[in-house]
């Protein structure tokens, strides 16, 4: 059994809209879709501020604003995808504690006996909210109407239309119930056609007749070229018009305009104006009163009916690429943002005239939505890009001398000041870029301007989407992180990725080398910042006075009174004791400071004057005491609190002290326990408002066990845990809650030791006993602990091998990895030039710095711009990356982009470029791999294929083999010609494995006198087209795109089919699983899982899961990034085995779930999945039941060999655990308590 989590959910947007969702807004709220998810926002005056989100289970395709039964608020309608597509009207609801959306209406859009749409998938409103039409299927179209916030009527209509490509609603109907609907499809004939149909939501029909409210019109092809970004269709309201100078003129146009439509997408912006309809009908009357033969006869075409070629009102060329998204700049729908696939923004003015003028803006990520939002600010959303938080400024911001946008030399331009005086009317007050020009010019005008004029306000990080992405650990922290090659157009990036905290460097103190622990001390007790640092190793200690940020000085054991000839077990700022008349005891601020060491406890004072610290009182040294058994003795451990200090003496022995009003440390009481050494004490207050601990912690060698002792029993053994896997070499007593006693919900007390085999034990302390421990691995080297605070957080900082950040979150103890490399100790720090810092122990030095982001993901972009990266390799050997990467010339629509595919290498630590290499102009990069074998020369292997004229399949391509060492450049050491196109490489032994159009090809490279050639020794041919290989062992996994996967076997250099798979399963990624088996994704978006039968000869491959995900992966990768937690030593319950990658921007996870709780949470998915349903009623059985183009089956009813963990996880904030486990009947009930269920599910949260 598997189980599926999301490390990282999908970041690309699909579609967004401003609205208002509650009265009680002000400035209105945005609501930005995602492909699984609607995200809301409330407009701030300091930007947006995140209000709610929901899941949705269905792939969103588009989501649009409908009014609601209260004015001037709105609904939103979701429109999801196939093979499910599915309407879902959401409401917001507004509280004092939160906000929220609920769904109100939902129906289903699916119709097995229809072909999906192929060009438009889209929900297309009525500019008033009257209506709205949604197109998914060839030929058809759904009608909504909206009526008191509801919908009213539901139903659908035949579209002639099949190949749509655009809708609008227009501004022209004369009643309520008949619409308009301004029609782009492509004709049998090729064409584009632009038409009308009229709307009758009375009969519920669509007009068969074509109305001529716009002129039924043919796109030249030349102006507009069929591109895989379809037209867009812009209804524009009638308006008033600028008439010539002589009123009289019988040349001069009407007063009025009587609105009509924007056609964007091809070379040339055209608006075509509404026709005038009393001639139309007068038309429509001639011609049913025609008595000729073409009317009389049916089967004869009426030659007014044909389509012509039909000038528009107004035009203007457009010089970019193809346009991605658009949007209205004001109410009136006469300005018009607009952004073509590369990121060029520019803005669209229909002047009264009526002119259409294009002003570049400047460049920002590809756009997919645009959302105007208020005051020139707008949202611009981004399939392959960072969505951004864009204000279009009235000056330029940046390149003052450099072209806003490049425009083509055959486009005539103008400059700024030959447009006209721009007019001061505007919605907003700061900037109108409305224009105004007293010349009649249909062609139009193209403004050629100087300057960057976009602000980019926020970045919203998207990391779609992910074509290709390896693991590696390039500074061999122990932690690894994914790179993956993301983004398009003018976006390309690689992305570094790691789960864990982001530790920034600040500030470097050499010369201090071998720290074993440090503490900040302050120049009094209630002083906010800190003054000095000591730090000690295992044979003496240093004073560290830091006075600012760049300066740092070291104390000479001369002028302070610490002791700095031994090392210090513990340190600390202490406040001074008094006692009132009564007896009771009370604490002051003071400058008082207590220090252990081996030898005894000694009291300081800072004085400020002198600025140093001189010892007060006789402190307590154990060759002083009248007990001659403690002479010879040591202090092993000690730790302190504001009001008690505990030390370990060798031998068993704890003694805990306490400050007399006259500044004398005290001892208060002792306990030895014989036979029992002690190795690490602890004695933090779980209250963080007292100053001093009930309890102290003690750690013991050979048992391995921690105890807590009662102090006010005289250190008797309160409770006892059970054995650890190894000796607890450091202790916290810690409450990670901000509870402070256990009458308060929040709080979290815990013991936390440090192992000597580099694990963190963190024990529970429950009805005050300790109970169940959790194990976290961070290496092999013995665990320090230290208290800091991060981000206002309680957490615990370990450090092993690795270091990682331990804090309370979501009601669960997390682990967050820190990337440091070498760290020993650490400590809070605070001071006036480094504040809310930490400071950290190196072999060598100490580093200060901050960590932020312990519960987020770190994501670091190497960003490339135009430049993007297909397929990326890692080589550890040598610690390089091999990048492929395709770069764009962006070229006016309809021309040619001039594009080059380049393959290079960059340094693993840095990802700075060293080389690269780039290929012929009629071949491309397919596939790129590393080759780690040590009998293999080159470094890289990488394949291509050559792009030539009338193929429907490559014949021709290459192998090119590649070598780069230290200090040498690359080298091109071999090459052959394979005769296809290289869709992937694998390397097993010393062979190299191709897949190469049909086959699997098997090579091997032959060095003489220097030279290394590659031949050809093996070759499979069995398949359509070999997509993806893979290697595990001396066997290789093969993924046919059109057919299935089989597994073939490598023996002394021959190919031979082990097993296959001959079911249509569309193979996209494949990988091998642990059990020898395979996982592999597919085109409709699911993970099927298969394995190997018991027989040898012959065998078929066993399908044993199948698991619709909704998004397509690109890639599987063996590995996770995170270490799973155990109990007692077990093995643990999951363990990851594969990390995927989608083209949404989602990382995830597949999980082998141990056998002994498979069963259990598969019981608990089907009683949630009972209890919990998705918006629009939709089943999670069904949801994730395996699905293709046409559908569901009707055998499948739900998916097999994988749980849903994302959902399962939804059980720890469910308010009904209880009845989740008692299920519906008894035979649905869980024996499993809440807590047992709540623990599982923390382990599996864990990992992400």
């Known amino acids: 059994m598997k189980v599926i989590t999301t490390l990282h959910p999908p970041s690309a947007v699909i579609s967004s809209v401003k609205c208002t969702l509650s009265a009680k807004s002000e400035l209105g709220h945005l609501v930005v879709a995602k492909p699984n998810r609607i995200e809301v926002s409330s407009l701030q005056p300091e930007g947006l501020k995140a209000e709610c989100s929901l899941e949705i289970w269905g792939r969103i395709m588009s989501i649009r604003a409908v009014p609601a039964e209260t004015a001037g608020v709105s609904n939103i309608l979701v429109l999801t995808d196939h093979p499910d597509p599915k309407l879902i009207l959401l409401k917001y609801t507004e509280t004092e504690e939160s906000s929220f959306l609920t769904d109100v209406w939902s129906d289903s859009l699916f119709d097995r006996n229809s072909r999906p749409a192929e060009y438009l998938t889209d929900i297309i409103m009525h500019p008033a909210g009257r209506a709205a039409v949604v197109s998914c299927y060839v030929g058809k179209l759904r009608i909504l109407t909206f009526k008191a916030g509801k919908v009213d009527k539901n139903f659908d209509a035949i579209l002639p239309e099949l190949n749509l490509l655009a809708l609008s609603f227009l501004y022209s109907e004369s009643n309520g119930h008949t619409h308009t609907l301004a029609i782009a499809h492509i004709d049998h004939r090729q064409r584009i056609q632009l038409l009308a149909r009229e709307l009758d939501v009375n009969t519920l029909d669509l007009a068969v007749e074509v109305a001529y409210t716009i002129p039924h019109a043919i796109l030249p092809a030349n102006e507009f070229p069929f591109t895989e970004y379809p037209l867009r269709i812009v209804s524009i309201p009638p308006f008033s018009i600028t008439q010539s100078p002589n009123g009289e003129d019988p040349e001069a146009g009407p007063a009025r305009c009587r609105g009509g439509v ?116 707008f949202y611009l959303g981004s399939l392959s890009g ?7 400024c009235a000056s330029p911001q940046s390149d003052i001398d450099s072209d806003t946008l490049p425009i083509p030399a055959s486009i005539s331009t103008i400059a700024p000041s030959a447009l006209g005086v721009p007019r001061a009317e505007s919605p907003d007050d700061d900037y109108d870029m409305r224009i105004v020009d007293m010349r009649e010019a249909r062609g139009g005008k193209v403004v050629k301007t100087k300057g960057n004029y976009i602000e980019v306000l926020s970045r919203f990080k998207n990391i779609a989407p992910i074509l290709d992405a390896v693991l590696a650990d390039p500074d061999e922290s122990g ?71 760049d300066s740092v000085h070291r104390v000479e054991a001369a002028d302070t009174g610490f002791v700095l000839e031994q090392r210090t077990l513990a340190v600390g700022n202490i406040p001074r004791r008094t006692v009132s008349p009564a007896g009771a005891s009370s604490y002051v601020n003071s400058s008082l400071v207590i220090q252990i060491t081996p030898h005894g406890l000694a009291l300081l004072e800072y004085d400020p004057t002198l600025d140093t610290f001189t010892k007060v009182g006789n402190g307590w040294y154990l060759p002083q005491q009248d007990n001659p058994l403690w002479r010879p003795r040591e202090i092993v451990a000690a730790a302190i609190n504001p009001s008690q200090f505990a030390v370990a003496l060798s031998g068993g022995i704890v003694v805990q002290f306490n400050l007399s009003p006259d500044n004398q440390i005290t001892l208060v009481s002792s306990k030895e326990f014989e036979g029992r050494e ?200 040598l610690n390089l990356f091999g990048v492929s990467l395709f770069r764009t010339t962006p070229a006016r629509i309809g021309d040619a982009d001039n594009q080059e595919s380049i393959f290079r290498i960059l340094d693993g630590t840095t990802m700075n470029s060293l080389n690269e290499f780039i290929v012929e102009l009629d071949e491309e990069i397919t596939a790129v791999h590393a080759l780690t074998h040590r009998d293999v020369a080159a470094t890289f292997a990488v394949g291509t294929m050559r792009n030539q004229i009338g193929e429907y399949e490559p014949s021709a391509g290459r192998l090119l083999l590649f070598n780069h060492s230290i200090g040498r450049e690359m080298q091109k050491i071999a090459e052959i010609d394979v005769g296809g196109c290289v869709y992937a490489i694998a390397s097993i032994a010393s062979f190299i494995a191709l897949a190469v159009n049909t086959s699997v090809d098997l090579y091997t490279t032959v060095e003489h006198l220097g030279n290394v050639t590659l031949q050809k020794v093996a070759s499979w041919n069995h398949n359509y087209i070999v997509a993806s290989l893979v290697a595990k062992g001396n066997k290789l996994i093969a993924g046919d795109a059109i057919s299935s996967v089989s597994i073939l076997e490598v023996a002394q250099g021959s190919l031979r089919t082990v097993a296959r798979d001959y079911g249509p399963v569309w193979p996209v990624a494949i990988e091998a699983t642990r059990d020898g088996g395979v996982i592999v994704s ?167």
């Open 262 to 377: 924007i056609v964007l997408g091809g070379r040339k912006i055209n608006f075509y104006e509404l026709s005038d309809k009393p001639k139309e009908k007068g038309r429509d009357k001639r011609r049913k009163n025609s008595t000729s033969s073409a009317q009389r006869f049916g089967d004869q075409k009426d030659p007014a009916k044909e389509p012509k070629k039909v000038k528009p009102r107004a035009t203007v060329k457009w010089p970019w690429s193809e346009v991605a998204a658009c949007c209205p700049a004001d109410d009136e729908m006469r300005r018009f943002f607009i952004g073509d696939v590369y990121g060029r923004m520019s803005l669209l003015v229909l002047s009264d005239t009526p002119e259409l003028i294009l002003i570049p803006l400047g460049e920002t990520s590809a756009p997919t939505t645009i959302s105007y939002l208020t005051s020139q600010v």
């Open 479 to 549: 932690q690894s992180q994914i790179v993956t090659c993301s983004g398009g157009s003018n976006t390309g990036a690689l992305n570094l990725i790691r789960t864990g905290a982001d530790f920034q460097e600040l500030a470097m103190l050499d010369e201090v080398p071998n720290v074993t622990n440090i503490w900040p001390i302050r120049a009094s007790h209630e002083d906010a910042c800190d003054k000095y640092v000591l730090a000690t190793t295992l044979y003496e200690s240093y004073l560290l006075r830091v006075d600012g940020r």
């Open 386 to 392: 960072d969505s951004q938080l864009i204000r279009v």
């Open 678 to 877: 002690i190795a690490a004490v602890s004695c933090t207050s779980f209250d963080q408002t007292k100053s001093f601990s009930l309890y102290v912690a003690v750690s013991f060698w050979e048992s391995n066990t921690v105890a807590l002792l009662d102090i006010k029993h005289g250190l008797q053994i309160k409770t006892e845990s059970t054995p650890l896997p190894a000796l607890p070499r450091s202790l916290l007593l810690h409450n990670f809650g901000t509870g402070n006693s256990k009458k308060e919900p929040d709080f979290q007390p815990y013991v936390v030791a440090g192992l000597a085999d580099g694990t963190v034990a963190c024990v529970t302390f429950r009805n005050e006993e300790l109970k169940d421990h959790k194990l976290f691995s961070l290496g092999t080297a013995p665990v320090s602990l230290s208290r800091w605070d991060v981000e206002g957080r309680r957490s615990v900082f370990a450090t092993g091998s690795r270091s990682a950040v331990f804090y309370w979150d979501r009601q669960r103890l997390r682990q967050s990895p820190v990337m440091l490399k070498s760290a020993t100790a650490g400590s809070s720090l605070n001071t006036a030039g480094f504040p809310a810092c930490q400071i950290i122990a190196t072999p060598s030095s100490l580093v200060i710095g901050q960590t932020r982001g312990v519960d987020k993901m770190q994501i670091r972009s190497i960003i490339l711009g135009l430049e993007s990266p297909r397929r990326i390799a890692y080589n550890p050997r």
């Open 1082 to 1248: 597919n085109t409709d978006s699911n993970i099927l899982t298969f394995s190997l039968p018991e027989a040898r000869e012959g065998r078929v491959l066993e399908r044993t899961g199948n698991y619709y995900l909704g998004e397509n992966i690109n890639k599987f990768i063996v590995g996770g990034l995170s270490v799973q937690a155990s109990t007692d030593g077990q093995r643990p319950l999951f363990e990851t085995e594969h990390i995927f990658f989608t083209a949404t921007g989602r990382i995830g996870l597949v999980h082998h779930v141990n056998d002994d709780i498979s069963l259990d949470l598969t019981a608990i998915q089907r009683n949630m999945a009972n209890r919990i349903v998705g918006p629009g009623q939709t089943k999670h059985a069904q949801w994730r039941t395996p699905a293709n183009s046409r559908g569901r089956s009707d055998i499948d009813d739900s998916a097999i060999g994988f749980l849903d963990g994302d959902f399962l996880e939804q059980f720890l904030t469910h308010p009904d655990q209880e009845n989740i486990l008692e299920g519906k009947i008894s035979a649905e009930r869980i024996s499993r308590s809440v807590e047992d269920v709540e623990d599982i599910l923390e382990k599996l949260q864990g990992l992400q």
